[in-house]
Structures are given as C-alpha cells and as structure tokens.
C-alpha cells in the first residue's frame, strides 16, 4: 500500500517564477492538506482539498492556488515566487471520518533565488 | 496563526535515557498527534490520542492526552541512536480543519 508520495522532491526557481508541486494521497484517502515548513519552524497549514473543491485556507496569499483532481490526486501552484517562498511543502493525506489523522508525504524542497 | 507551545526546544542525553517532551496550548482540541521528522523528509505519524486522558503507547514511545484537553506529552524509555530528530506535537478538532503544530523538539542521543 503506497503512502502519500510527492513530485518533484526538489526544485530550484528564480524570483518572478511560477511553479507547480504535485501530491498522491495515501490509498482510501480523499482529502489532501498542503503545508509550508520554513527551516526550524514546524508546518504551517495552506490549504485543503476536498471532493475537488478548496475546504480550508490558512494565511496564505492568493499567489497560493490548489487544486484536486476526480482521482484526490492534487497540486499546490504559487506564482510570482518570491525568495521568502523557500521552504519544504508537505502534503498530508487524510479520510473523512474516523480516525482524524493526517500521514504526510516526504515534502518537495523549493529553494528561490 | 494559533501555535502549540512545545518544550523543551531542545535535549542532549546518553543514550539508554528515558526522554519526556510536552505540548500545550491555549484552547482545546479533540485530537492530538505526535510525529517525527528526520532531515530532508516528511512528518512521520508516531501517536494519534482521540480521547482525554487516554494514554497509549507504541513501542518505546507513550503519549498521554491531556485532562484538559489543551496538553500532551510524549514519553521516549531507554533512548538509542536512531530516536534522533525533530519531534513535532500536533493538535486538530475536526477532519476538515488544519492540523496546529508547535515548533517542534529536537533530540539528540549521545552513544
């Protein structure tokens, strides 16, 4: 049974640039979650998905955008990056109903220059 | 944004010693989850508490849901080289909103 994988793992950009992170929840899950990690910091919560649609949003500005695919499969897309834009994103997967918990993927490391 | 408070921020023990790390916060949570996380890769889940009180163990590791609902700890006994990370406390309230997390315990076990 596969976890939540996550694509690339890394990924260098310039400022200015746009860039599209792709997530595969875990087997039986439906709703993804999308997660900001600055070094020395824990996770902070962007968004999350569910049956397609945006549920959740954290502070993050709209330069942040998601989107879930029929297959619960998603992507995390942020425009015009910025150098502050570095960070590892994590994806987590979750099923609706019991148990709430969320199992993370290994997370795409972004780096902006 | 709401943040747990989680302490220490940081040990240094032998290994063979038994690690205790907590986590609070200013409001309630119905669920509480421990996770570690090793350079360059994801959370991994280590302990889910869905009731107060409850206290559950997995190994080496026992975490208790607090009374209160606001706490948590995670006991680690007779500590070995590979119990190194970061260890980050996690609460939620619902499925369909955001896991809070502190900022995380970083452990380091000298052989």
């Known amino acids: 049974d596969a976890g939540v994988t996550q694509s690339p793992t890394h990924l260098i950009k310039t400022r200015g640039q746009q860039v599209t992170l792709r997530c595969s929840p875990k087997s039986g899950h439906d709703t993804v979650s999308w997660y900001q990690q600055a070094l020395g910091q824990g996770p902070q919560f962007i968004f999350q998905y569910y049956e397609e649609e945006e549920r959740q949003r954290g502070n993050f500005p709209d330069r942040f955008s998601g989107h879930q695919f029929p297959n619960y499969s998603s992507e995390l897309n942020v425009n015009a990056l910025l150098l502050g834009d570095s960070a590892l994103y994590l994806c987590a997967s979750s099923s609706t109903g019991w148990p709430e918990t969320q199992y993370f993927g290994p997370g795409t490391r972004l780096l902006v220059l | ?111």
């Open chain 2, 1 to 111: 944004g709401q943040q747990l408070n989680q302490s220490p921020q940081s040990m240094f023990i032998q290994e063979g010693e038994d690690v205790s790390m907590n986590c609070t916060s200013s409001s309630i949570f119905n669920t509480w989850l421990w996770y570690k996380q090793e350079p360059g890769e994801g959370p991994v889940l280590l302990i889910a508490l869905y009731k107060a009180g409850e206290l559950t163990s997995n190994g080496r590791l026992t975490a208790q849901f607090g009374i209160t609902r606001k706490d948590s700890f995670l006991n680690i006994s007779a500590s070995i080289p590979s119990d190194v990370g970061i260890y980050f406390c996690a609460g939620l309230n619902s499925g369909n909103t955001p896991l809070v997390f502190g900022k995380g315990t970083r452990l380091s076990v000298i052989a």
